[in-house]
C-alpha cells in the first residue's frame, strides 16, 4: 500500500485540527519540566526546595540561580522559571482569591495558573 | 555504617541485598572506598551510574547522556515486525509506547535539540516506513 507522506508537524497537531494528536517531544519536555518551576514555587516544604534552597539560597521565596557553580541540571531548570512564557501564566492570588479578610494578619498566599492557558500537547 | 543498614532493615522489614548494592564516594578516598566496600560486601560504584532507570551525576546537555534512551527506544523497535502492522496499528504503538518511553527522562532533563529531533525522526521513520532508515 502507497501512504502519502505527511509533515511530522501535521502528524503532532491535535486531531480536532487535523492531525494524528502525537505527542510533540521538545513541547512535553518543557512541559514536564515546568511541573518543578511550578512545585519549587508552590511546594516550599519539600524535600526538594528544602535541597535546593539550602545548596542556592531563597530571595523573596525564589530559589536562586547559582551562576555558573551551579550544577548543569538546576541552570537548564532555572532558565527555564525565569522563561516569559511561565512568569506570564502564573499570578499569586491573596486570601481566597476574592474577599481578602485582614483580622489576623497573614493571609494564605497562593499561586494559580490562569484556566486555559497551557497550550501544550499533553 | 553496617549498622545503621542493618537497623533499617530490623525497623522496614526489608532486607538489602549487597551483592546487587554500589558504594559510590563523593570526595572520598578510593582506598577507604575499597576497604569499605569489601566489608559490606558489596561493588564500588562510580559516577555517573543508573539509578531506578535515570542517569545520575551525567551532564545532559551531552548527547552520549541520552543514548541508553535512544537505544531502549531502538531495541523496542527492532522487536517489532512494523513492516507487518497497519498504519492505524503503528499509530497506536506510537502513541502508546514509544512516545512514553522518554517521559521519565524528560520529566528530570531537558533534552538538547539534538536529541528531540533524532528521537523524533526514529519515531517519524517508524511511523511511515515501518522501520529503521
Request: hydrophobic share 45%.
Amino acid at each position: 500500500m502507497k501512504i502519502s507522506w505527511v509533515d511530522w508537524n501535521t502528524v503532532c497537531s491535535r486531531k480536532e485540527v487535523g492531525g494524528l494528536g502525537v505527542r510533540r517531544i521538545r513541547e512535553f519536555n518543557i512541559a514536564l519540566l515546568g511541573k518543578w518551576c511550578w512545585r519549587l514555587l508552590e511546594d516550599t516544604d519539600s524535600m526538594w526546595f528544602r535541597v535546593l534552597s539550602a545548596r542556592y539560597g531563597v530571595e523573596g521565596g525564589r530559589l536562586l540561580g547559582g551562576g555558573r557553580e551551579a550544577s548543569m541540571w538546576w541552570r537548564d531548570i532555572f532558565a527555564l522559571c525565569r522563561e516569559e512564557w511561565f512568569a506570564t501564566h502564573i499570578r499569586r492570588s491573596v486570601g481566597n482569591g476574592r474577599t481578602l479578610d485582614f483580622g489576623p494578619m497573614f493571609g494564605v498566599v497562593e499561586r494559580s495558573l490562569g484556566s486555559g492557558s497551557l497550550d501544550f500537547m499533553i | 555504617m553496617r549498622a545503621i543498614l542493618l537497623l533499617f532493615e530490623a525497623l522496614s522489614g526489608l532486607k538489602v541485598n549487597f551483592a546487587k548494592s554500589q558504594l559510590v564516594g563523593v570526595n572520598v578516598a578510593s582506598s577507604w572506598l575499597g576497604e569499605a566496600a569489601s566489608m559490606l560486601n558489596c561493588k564500588v560504584g562510580a559516577i555517573p551510574f543508573v539509578y531506578l532507570g535515570m542517569p545520575i551525576g551525567g551532564n545532559a546537555r551531552r548527547l552520549s547522556f541520552w543514548n541508553p534512551l535512544i537505544n531502549r527506544i531502538r531495541t523496542r523497535l527492532s522487536g517489532w515486525k512494523s513492516k507487518h502492522l497497519s498504519l492505524g496499528g503503528r499509530l497506536v504503538l506510537l502513541k502508546s509506547v514509544l512516545s512514553s518511553l522518554p517521559i521519565y527522562a524528560l520529566s528530570f532533563f531537558k533534552a538538547p535539540s539534538g536529541i528531540v529531533s533524532s528521537i523524533e525522526s526514529l519515531l517519524n521513520c517508524f511511523f511511515f516506513l515501518g522501520g529503521e532508515w
